[in-house]
């Protein structure tokens, strides 16, 4: 069936670069996405890449596909205290015109 | 400007009691959504329309009901037979043509 795995947790120091790591499943996904959602808000769409994409750039934010592999990863550079959030990964499936979502990685910035 | 608008932000009901959680948008989308979010439990999809008129069960409608008279709008009510109702709803809306969701700032509804 249809799933995206992340972990739930990572700890990064400030200035240093976080990289959360996703899987999914479905192989006909044709977007992957990356929302961030800070405390008591709605999510915000980040960045997301086509699928006949290896890799996106946009300022701090660097996305990596593997599709052989399934795996998407977001990268951020110098991270930020406003980085702290809840990062969700998401595919869409194209055949039910839906999007799933990963559980969330809960990514918190160490001074 | 174009958003999605939910209200209110904060809900507080009695047990027992139905409660109707309001979501619009502006963005001139044809699908909207309804997800609810607990702690570590991510998203879980409640009900989704594609088109006016017409919506469809998600993973968890169970104790939901929904309603899409108007394309701008789409309640969610949250009935007595859902039965751990306290948790922070999301509205969402997306064309159908590229995806990628535009999400309300969401509802935080607790039940006492």
């Known amino acids: 069936g249809e799933d995206v795995e992340q972990s739930l947790f990572l700890s990064v120091r400030e200035g240093d670069s976080s990289v959360i790591n996703c899987t999914y499943t479905?192989?006909?996904?044709?977007?992957l996405y990356w929302y961030k959602q800070e405390p008591g808000a709605g999510l915000q769409l980040l960045t997301y890449?086509?699928?006949?994409?290896d890799m996106k750039q946009d300022q701090r934010l660097t996305v990596l596909l593997n599709k052989k592999d399934k795996h998407l990863s977001l990268r951020i550079a110098d991270t930020q205290t406003g980085d702290s959030a809840i990062y969700f990964c998401?595919?869409?499936?194209?055949?039910?015109?839906?999007?799933?979502f990963g559980k969330g990685t809960r990514l918190h910035i160490l001074p | 400007d174009g958003g999605i608008t939910q209200s209110p932000k904060y809900l507080f009901r009695k047990e027992g009691q139905n409660v109707t959680l309001s979501c619009e948008q502006n963005?001139?989308?044809?699908?909207m959504y309804w997800y609810r979010q607990d702690p570590g439990q991510g998203l879980r999809l409640i009900y989704y329309?594609?088109?006016?008129?017409?919506?469809q069960k998600g993973d968890i409608a169970e104790g939901y009901s929904v309603s899409r008279e108007k394309k701008e709008s789409f309640p969610l009510t949250v009935t007595s037979a859902q039965k751990n109702p306290t948790a922070f709803y999301l509205c969402?809306?997306?064309?159908?043509?590229?995806?990628?969701?535009?999400f309300g700032s969401g509802t935080r509804l607790t039940v006492v």
């Open positions: 969402a809306s997306s064309t159908l043509e590229k995806g990628g969701y535009t």
């Open positions: 890449i086509f699928s006949n994409m």
């Open positions: 329309s594609q088109i006016v008129n017409d919506f």
């Open positions: 963005l001139n989308h044809d699908a």
């Open positions: 998401a595919e869409s499936i194209v055949r039910d015109d839906k999007i799933i």
């Open positions: 479905d192989s006909s996904s044709t977007y």
